[in-house]
């Protein structure tokens, strides 16, 4: 199991430029995540889903967009790139348990926006 | 406010040495506490999940408690190793939404040889 993949590792935008950031996994989970993470401070959710199709907005939606077509994908667009998202950002997944649920994280993408 | 806060922000030790992590949360309804590793450059890892009826929970050199009355947790970290060198984050679900965590914002542990 690759467990879960991000693509690109790194990328570098200009102000008012857009992309898709790329997030699959291939544990068959239900919830997928994305979270932005600054310089010294905590994780912050940008959106998430619950299953194919159903998607939710988190702590810090605004700038971007998302999509779930199929339980494996979940990417995140940013639209009109502003440097307040420079920022390196994680997609995580996830299965419900009794106890809770284990987030499984990706290797992230560094994101500079100039 | 929901709330999680970790002390000590930072923290050096020796090899071998052991050290106690703290983390205090303000977060009602309570429904489980978890805590991560993430090595730097890298994704959090699950160390452990603990749910409000468990008191201590182990995952090899790492040992968890968790006193829901006080709200507080520690994470206990024996016989350091130098891999150990991370930041440990406490994370709790915001008012028992387990799609919504709070994540605190570490305490970075350096083991030194």
């Known amino acids: 199991n690759a467990g879960v993949t991000q693509t690109p590792k790194f990328r570098i935008l200009k102000i008012g430029q857009s992309m898709t950031l790329q997030c699959a996994q291939d544990?068959?989970?239900?919830?997928m995540y994305w979270y932005r993470q600054d310089p010294g401070m905590g994780l912050k959710l940008i959106y998430y889903s619950v299953g194919a199709g159903i998607t939710d907005k988190g702590e810090v939606p605004n700038g971007y967009n998302v999509s779930r077509s199929t339980t494996e994908d979940f990417p995140l667009r940013l639209e009109l790139a502003a440097p307040s998202q420079t920022s390196v950002y994680f997609c995580?997944?996830?299965?419900?348990?009794?106890?809770?649920?284990?987030?499984?994280f990706g290797p992230g993408t560094r994101l500079t926006v100039l | 406010k929901n709330q999680v806060e970790q002390s000590p922000q930072s923290l050096i030790i020796l090899e071998g040495k052991n050290c106690t992590l703290q983390c205090n949360y303000t977060v009602s309804p309570f429904s489980n506490l978890r805590w991560y590793k993430q090595d730097t450059g890298r994704g959090p890892v699950s160390l452990t999940i603990?749910?409000?009826s468990e008191n201590t929970k182990s995952n090899g050199r790492y040992t968890a408690t968790l006193d829901a009355d006080t709200k507080q947790s520690s994470l206990h970290i024996t016989a350091s190793q130098l891999s150990d060198s991370a930041s440990y984050i406490c994370?709790?679900?915001?008012?028992?939404?387990?799609?919504?965590?709070?994540w605190g914002l570490g305490t970075s542990l350096a083991v030194n040889p």
């Open positions: 603990m749910t409000f």
């Open positions: 544990m068959n989970h239900n919830y």
């Open positions: 995580a997944s996830s299965y419900e348990t009794s106890r809770g649920d284990e987030q499984f």
């Open positions: 994370v709790v679900p915001n008012a028992g939404n387990n799609r919504k965590l709070i």
